[in-house]
């Protein structure tokens, strides 16, 4: 996937999360933040020429909460997205999951869709 497509990908995750948390569907936004982050992260690795341990989303941001040569908020980000869900499907965490994906996705491609 070229840069160019992951955005426009990434765009509309983003675009879906918006249109879910206006239904009030707080898991669901964490499920598109998370495959945006996923993509960016995907993207990130075929252009670094890093071959992917996994193609999943969650296995990507679990590998990015640990690698070491990330910031710390890159990481930070990255774990909290990886965290589970309360029973009532929200966030464990009080910062917002698209903004963590945004921090994400900002770091590796250099632009946050909207």
């Not at 992260?41 to 296995?59: F, H, N, T, V, Y």
């Not at 999951?97 to 921090?103: C, S």
Request: charged share 30%.
């Amino acid at each position: 996937m070229t840069r160019e497509e992951a955005l426009q990908a990434i765009e509309a995750e983003f675009l879906s999360a918006r249109h879910a948390r206006a239904a009030e569907k707080e898991g669901m936004v964490r499920v598109c933040a998370r495959r945006a982050a996923g993509m960016a992260i995907g993207c990130w690795l075929e252009e670094q020429r890093k071959p992917p341990r996994a193609g999943d989303a969650m296995s990507r941001l679990r590998d990015l909460a640990v690698a070491e040569e990330m910031p710390p908020p890159v990481r930070a980000a990255a774990s909290r997205l990886t965290s589970r869900s309360t029973p009532g499907f929200s966030s464990p965490h009080a910062e917002d999951p698209l903004e963590d994906a945004r921090i994400i996705v900002r770091y590796l491609l250099g632009s946050v869709p909207r």
